[in-house]
């Protein structure tokens, strides 16, 4: 069989990549999309950063929404016709009947989320589907040796879940998938500062704090910075300071969460490949991978060396676009 196109995606909650055999990633936009419910169905407006750039900002009829929740589709009309967008614009509208699709999922899917992903790529236009499992994509776009029988860690945290997983002989020998990532880190840094100063702030505030001043590990060049929001009290616009302490404090439990998954996916680890692991060490892969000092925080709990891949957010589709490449 003769494919048109040979094409990978990474179907994230927090973002879509998309990789184009022959040209590397052509797409990386938030999973987001924004719909009118003026219309019956909804009509989808906007896909990806256009969408984003609307949440807390657009007129009542118009809903931004994370299509992908917790690594699963939530939302299948919104997901095929954001796949079906973002698909088009990478192969610059050529036929795409007969491509070659491969899409990862995460670990812990059951039956039907797997067949709700398969479905909704079809429903994008694609006629040939595979999938694959998240960690095991994220392992060999980090350049894991997967093929060998010498065990190898990877934790993959993305924006709704974070999968631990022990792979050897190209398989996935041990895994565990928890639902605290990314946007849960975002959602406790919007609580804390509710209930510590009374400001409401939305979603993509409390991102830009975790990407400013979130922290699992105190580190050199702490500081602060000013926040905007509404206050709770009398719903005027209130600014306030924020440290790097404060936002470690508010992601302290989510990052435990974190920790305590790779504990126990290395308690139910066999031996011999617990022994490799304490040789050879952990890799972090997935956006989450890129919060300051979780590295260092693992390795000081487990006594196991950590590293962060090259390129953590583009691990899963980087694998993915080996196994086209390959043929894997």
Known sequence: MLFSQDIG????????????????????????????????PPRVVAVGTQAKEMIGRTPGSIVALHPVQNGVI???????????????????????????????????????ERRAVNDAVKSAGAKYISIIESPL?????????????????????????SEVAVIALKDIVTSLSIKTAGDDMDEAIINFVKKKYGLLIGERTAEDIKIKLGSAY?????GAMDVKGRNLVDGLPLNVEISSEEVRDALADAVKQIVDAVRTALE?????????????????????????????????ELKIPVEIADTPIDCAADGIGVCLEKKL
């Open 9 to 40: 995606i990474d179907l994230g909650t927090s973002n879509v990549l998309v990789f184009v055999k022959g040209k590397g990633i052509i797409i990386r936009e938030p999973s987001v999309v924004a719909v009118d419910q003026r219309f019956n």
């Open 268 to 300: 139910n680890t066999p031996p011999e490949l617990a022994a490799d692991i304490m040789d050879n060490g952990i890799t972090l892969t997935g956006g989450g991978a890129l919060l300051r000092g979780l590295d260092k925080l693992i390795e000081e």
């Open 137 to 161: 994509a994220s392992a060999i776009g980090a350049g894991l040796p997967i093929t060998s029988a010498t065990g190898s860690m990877v934790v993959d945290i993305g924006g709704g879940t």
């Open 74 to 112: 939530a939302d299948f009309d919104a997901t095929a016709e954001m796949l079906r967008r973002f698909i088009k614009r990478a192969i610059n509208n050529s036929p795409f009947n007969r491509a070659r699709v491969m899409v990862s999922v995460p670990s812990g899917v059951t039956e039907f």
């Open 218 to 222: 105190f580190y050199d060049g702490e």
